[in-house]
């Protein structure tokens, strides 16, 4: 499917409107838990990686990704959990959102909803594999939709 290039990303950053998101955990764990390159959510972990989508954070959300990413369960490294959230540090921006009044499903995940609707007159995105934990709005996106918008904005 999408492979990136990076000499071609250079130049097609470049010329195209910055992609911001919010990466919801459940995307960061499939991306490292997978096998397949050619997955949608190893496609947004690489376009993280080449600067294609600026990833939007908040301190709650990065110590959400260190305590699910140590969960015993996956056996990732204690290195690897550390590049995945400096990496989200290193190439994104932090964010302070004002409180929304959103009732979730899960409010657990209302610090993403409300750092992506802080970051909306950027047109961010959520990026998510749960979207059943969500109101349903057009910038709440899974990681092939995300893929797709990347797609029809770069090439």
């Given at each position: 499917m999408l492979r990136f290039q990076r000499q071609d990303l250079h130049v097609s950053v470049e010329k195209n409107k910055t992609i911001y998101a919010v990466i919801d955990t459940n995307v960061l764990v499939?991306?490292?838990?997978?096998?397949?390159?050619?997955s949608p959510t190893?496609?947004?972990?690489?376009?993280?990686?080449?600067?294609?989508?600026?990833?939007?954070?908040?301190?709650d959300i990065i110590e959400e990704y260190y305590d699910v990413l140590c969960r015993p369960k996956f056996r990732f490294s204690k290195e690897k959990i550390l590049s995945v959230i400096k990496m989200i540090m290193k190439y994104g921006v932090e964010v302070f959102?004002?409180?929304?009044g959103e009732i979730l499903i899960d409010m657990d995940d209302l610090i993403f909803y409300e750092v992506a609707m802080e970051k909306r007159e950027d047109?961010?995105?959520?990026?998510?594999?749960?979207?059943?934990?969500?109101?349903?709005?057009?910038?709440?996106v899974t990681p092939a939709e995300m893929m797709e918008i990347v797609y029809n904005q770069y090439y």
């Open positions: 499939s991306a490292l838990l997978t096998k397949n390159e050619d190893v496609q947004v972990y690489a376009a993280i990686a080449e600067g294609i989508i600026i990833p939007l954070y908040h301190r959102p004002k409180p929304t047109n961010s995105y959520l990026v998510t594999g749960n979207n059943k934990h969500y109101p349903v709005r057009d910038f709440i």
